[in-house]
Protein backbone atom coordinates (compact mmCIF):
# COMPACT_ATOMS: atom_id res chain seq x y z
CA UNK A 1 0.00 0.00 0.00
CA UNK A 2 1.08 3.01 -0.83
CA UNK A 3 1.63 6.09 1.32
CA UNK A 4 -0.34 9.29 1.34
CA UNK A 5 0.85 11.95 -0.94
CA UNK A 6 1.92 14.76 1.60
CA UNK A 7 -0.48 17.98 2.18
CA UNK A 8 2.29 20.29 1.34
CA UNK A 9 5.66 19.99 -0.12
CA UNK A 10 8.60 21.89 -1.85
CA UNK A 11 11.56 20.53 -3.56
CA UNK A 12 15.05 22.42 -3.92
CA UNK A 13 13.40 26.01 -3.10
CA UNK A 14 14.91 29.29 -3.81
CA UNK A 15 14.44 32.80 -3.17
CA UNK A 16 16.44 35.55 -4.59
CA UNK A 17 15.50 39.18 -4.07
CA UNK A 18 17.38 41.77 -5.79
CA UNK A 19 18.41 44.70 -3.47
CA UNK A 20 19.31 47.45 -6.25
CA UNK A 21 22.15 46.01 -7.49
CA UNK A 22 22.80 42.87 -4.91
CA UNK A 23 20.76 40.16 -4.35
CA UNK A 24 19.79 38.64 -1.47
CA UNK A 25 19.48 34.63 -1.37
CA UNK A 26 17.11 34.44 1.77
CA UNK A 27 16.21 30.48 0.79
CA UNK A 28 18.77 28.25 -0.89
CA UNK A 29 17.99 24.82 -1.24
CA UNK A 30 15.02 24.04 0.66
CA UNK A 31 13.08 20.66 0.79
CA UNK A 32 10.04 19.87 3.01
CA UNK A 33 7.07 17.35 2.84
CA UNK A 34 4.08 17.66 5.53
CA UNK A 35 1.84 14.56 5.77
CA UNK A 36 -1.73 14.65 6.92
CA UNK A 37 -2.04 15.59 10.75
CA UNK A 38 1.16 16.10 11.33
CA UNK A 39 2.33 19.18 13.68
CA UNK A 40 5.32 20.89 12.06
CA UNK A 41 7.11 23.81 13.94
CA UNK A 42 9.68 26.16 11.85
CA UNK A 43 11.90 28.18 13.88
CA UNK A 44 14.63 30.50 13.56
CA UNK A 45 16.59 33.75 13.71
CA UNK A 46 14.86 36.92 12.98
CA UNK A 47 15.39 37.69 9.34
CA UNK A 48 16.03 34.36 8.54
CA UNK A 49 13.53 33.41 5.98
CA UNK A 50 10.81 32.37 7.74
CA UNK A 51 7.78 34.32 6.44
CA UNK A 52 9.11 34.34 3.11
CA UNK A 53 8.84 30.28 3.15
CA UNK A 54 5.66 30.17 4.61
CA UNK A 55 4.24 32.90 2.29
CA UNK A 56 5.82 30.26 -0.62
CA UNK A 57 3.90 27.05 0.95
CA UNK A 58 0.75 29.15 0.90
CA UNK A 59 1.25 30.35 -2.77
CA UNK A 60 1.29 33.81 -1.92
CA UNK A 61 4.60 34.34 -3.61
CA UNK A 62 6.21 32.39 -6.06
CA UNK A 63 9.45 30.79 -6.08
CA UNK A 64 13.32 32.05 -7.57
CA UNK A 65 13.72 28.59 -8.34
CA UNK A 66 12.38 24.83 -7.17
CA UNK A 67 8.72 23.55 -6.73
CA UNK A 68 5.77 24.07 -4.55
CA UNK A 69 3.42 21.61 -4.28
CA UNK A 70 -0.57 21.90 -2.63
CA UNK A 71 -2.25 18.42 -2.74
CA UNK A 72 0.10 17.36 -5.84
CA UNK A 73 -0.09 20.38 -7.66
CA UNK A 74 2.51 22.47 -8.65
CA UNK A 75 1.85 26.27 -7.73
CA UNK A 76 4.16 27.49 -10.41
CA UNK A 77 1.74 25.03 -13.06
CA UNK A 78 -1.22 27.03 -12.28
CA UNK A 79 -2.23 30.50 -12.83
CA UNK A 80 -3.07 32.92 -10.26
CA UNK A 81 -6.97 32.18 -10.08
CA UNK A 82 -6.36 28.48 -9.62
CA UNK A 83 -3.56 29.22 -7.16
CA UNK A 84 -5.89 31.47 -5.15
CA UNK A 85 -8.46 28.09 -5.21
CA UNK A 86 -5.98 25.88 -4.12
CA UNK A 87 -5.60 28.15 -1.58
CA UNK A 88 -9.28 28.30 -0.66
CA UNK A 89 -9.35 24.46 -0.85
CA UNK A 90 -6.50 23.24 0.64
CA UNK A 91 -5.04 25.95 2.88
CA UNK A 92 -6.03 28.25 6.07
CA UNK A 93 -3.70 30.80 7.14
CA UNK A 94 -3.36 32.76 10.79
CA UNK A 95 -0.79 35.29 11.07
CA UNK A 96 0.69 37.35 14.31
CA UNK A 97 -2.59 40.19 13.54
CA UNK A 98 -5.52 38.94 12.74
CA UNK A 99 -6.78 40.80 10.27
CA UNK A 100 -10.17 40.64 10.98
CA UNK A 101 -12.78 43.40 9.53
CA UNK A 102 -13.77 45.18 12.51
CA UNK A 103 -17.03 46.32 11.00
CA UNK A 104 -18.17 42.72 11.21
CA UNK A 105 -19.00 40.24 13.68
CA UNK A 106 -16.84 37.44 14.80
CA UNK A 107 -19.58 35.39 12.38
CA UNK A 108 -19.37 37.46 9.86
CA UNK A 109 -15.53 37.11 9.87
CA UNK A 110 -15.74 33.48 9.89
CA UNK A 111 -17.71 33.34 6.85
CA UNK A 112 -15.79 35.46 4.56
CA UNK A 113 -13.88 32.51 3.06
CA UNK A 114 -16.83 30.50 2.35
CA UNK A 115 -18.74 33.30 0.97
CA UNK A 116 -15.91 33.98 -1.25
CA UNK A 117 -16.16 29.82 -2.01
CA UNK A 118 -19.87 30.06 -3.37
CA UNK A 119 -21.71 29.03 -0.50
CA UNK A 120 -24.98 30.34 0.76
CA UNK A 121 -25.26 33.01 3.40
CA UNK A 122 -27.12 31.04 5.82
CA UNK A 123 -25.27 27.77 5.17
CA UNK A 124 -21.90 29.73 5.86
CA UNK A 125 -23.56 31.03 8.99
CA UNK A 126 -24.06 27.77 9.94
CA UNK A 127 -20.63 26.37 9.35
CA UNK A 128 -19.20 29.74 11.15
CA UNK A 129 -20.94 28.97 14.54
CA UNK A 130 -20.47 25.51 14.88
CA UNK A 131 -16.51 26.47 14.38
CA UNK A 132 -16.64 29.09 16.24
CA UNK A 133 -17.78 26.69 19.13
CA UNK A 134 -14.98 24.67 18.45
CA UNK A 135 -12.44 27.51 19.36
CA UNK A 136 -14.94 28.57 22.33
CA UNK A 137 -16.55 31.71 21.17
CA UNK A 138 -20.16 30.71 21.03
CA UNK A 139 -21.85 32.98 23.10
CA UNK A 140 -19.16 35.75 21.06
CA UNK A 141 -19.93 35.45 17.57
CA UNK A 142 -22.21 38.28 17.59
CA UNK A 143 -19.22 40.37 18.75
CA UNK A 144 -16.98 42.54 16.20
CA UNK A 145 -13.37 42.44 17.14
CA UNK A 146 -12.80 45.69 19.35
CA UNK A 147 -15.35 44.31 21.64
CA UNK A 148 -13.11 40.77 22.21
CA UNK A 149 -9.61 40.23 23.44
CA UNK A 150 -6.40 39.89 22.14
CA UNK A 151 -6.57 35.83 22.67
CA UNK A 152 -10.42 35.75 21.55
CA UNK A 153 -9.73 37.79 18.27
CA UNK A 154 -6.79 35.25 17.56
CA UNK A 155 -9.42 32.66 18.13
CA UNK A 156 -11.52 33.90 15.04
CA UNK A 157 -8.80 34.08 12.99
CA UNK A 158 -7.97 30.46 13.57
CA UNK A 159 -11.58 29.79 13.01
CA UNK A 160 -11.47 31.75 9.69
CA UNK A 161 -8.87 29.57 8.87
CA UNK A 162 -10.42 26.12 9.64
CA UNK A 163 -13.99 26.80 8.54
CA UNK A 164 -13.17 25.63 4.99
CA UNK A 165 -12.19 22.25 6.33
CA UNK A 166 -8.35 23.39 4.86
CA UNK A 167 -5.79 20.18 4.59
CA UNK A 168 -3.10 22.56 6.49
CA UNK A 169 -2.97 25.48 8.45
CA UNK A 170 -0.14 27.71 7.68
CA UNK A 171 0.64 29.62 10.92
CA UNK A 172 2.83 32.61 11.50
CA UNK A 173 3.60 33.84 15.07
CA UNK A 174 0.38 33.15 15.83
CA UNK A 175 1.19 33.85 19.55
CA UNK A 176 3.18 36.71 19.32
CA UNK A 177 0.92 39.69 20.21
CA UNK A 178 -0.12 37.49 23.32
CA UNK A 179 0.60 37.55 26.96
CA UNK A 180 1.54 33.94 28.19
CA UNK A 181 -1.40 32.41 29.73
CA UNK A 182 -3.37 33.72 26.39
CA UNK A 183 -0.53 32.13 24.40
CA UNK A 184 -0.65 28.28 26.53
CA UNK A 185 -4.53 28.80 25.71
CA UNK A 186 -4.09 29.22 21.81
CA UNK A 187 -1.03 26.64 22.00
CA UNK A 188 -3.84 24.12 23.85
CA UNK A 189 -6.30 24.86 21.20
CA UNK A 190 -4.33 24.15 18.22
CA UNK A 191 -3.37 20.69 19.54
CA UNK A 192 -7.08 19.75 20.35
CA UNK A 193 -8.01 20.64 16.95
CA UNK A 194 -5.02 19.11 15.31
CA UNK A 195 -6.26 16.26 17.44
CA UNK A 196 -10.40 15.92 16.47
CA UNK A 197 -10.21 17.36 12.92
CA UNK A 198 -7.23 15.82 11.48
CA UNK A 199 -5.35 19.23 10.00
CA UNK A 200 -1.62 19.75 9.67
CA UNK A 201 -0.76 22.94 11.16
CA UNK A 202 2.54 24.24 10.22
CA UNK A 203 3.63 27.13 12.66
CA UNK A 204 6.84 29.70 11.98
CA UNK A 205 7.42 31.45 15.83
CA UNK A 206 10.14 32.57 18.15
CA UNK A 207 8.00 31.18 20.74
CA UNK A 208 9.97 27.90 22.11
CA UNK A 209 7.02 26.69 24.24
CA UNK A 210 4.64 26.53 20.93
CA UNK A 211 7.59 25.11 19.27
CA UNK A 212 8.34 22.49 21.58
CA UNK A 213 4.49 21.38 22.01
CA UNK A 214 4.73 20.56 18.41
CA UNK A 215 5.38 16.81 16.54
CA UNK A 216 8.78 18.17 14.52
CA UNK A 217 10.79 21.14 14.90
CA UNK A 218 12.84 22.50 11.86
CA UNK A 219 15.56 25.36 12.29
CA UNK A 220 15.79 27.41 9.04
CA UNK A 221 19.26 28.68 8.98
CA UNK A 222 21.55 30.34 6.40
CA UNK A 223 18.55 29.61 4.09
CA UNK A 224 18.09 25.66 4.35
CA UNK A 225 16.21 23.97 6.63
CA UNK A 226 17.88 21.78 9.34
CA UNK A 227 16.10 19.10 11.85
Known sequence: MSEPAPVIACQHLAKVYAQGPQEV????????????????????????????????????????????????????????????????????????????????SAEENVCMPLLIAGMSAKRASQRAATMLGKVGLADRRQHKPAELSGGERQRVAIARALVTEPRCVLLDEPTGNLDRHTALEVQALMSTLNADLDISFVVVTHDERLANSMQRKLELRDGELHE
Open 25 to 104: RVLKDVNLEVGAGEQLAIVGSSGSGKTTLLNLLGGLDLPTSGRVYVAGRNLAEVGETERGALRNKYLGFVYQFHHLLGEF
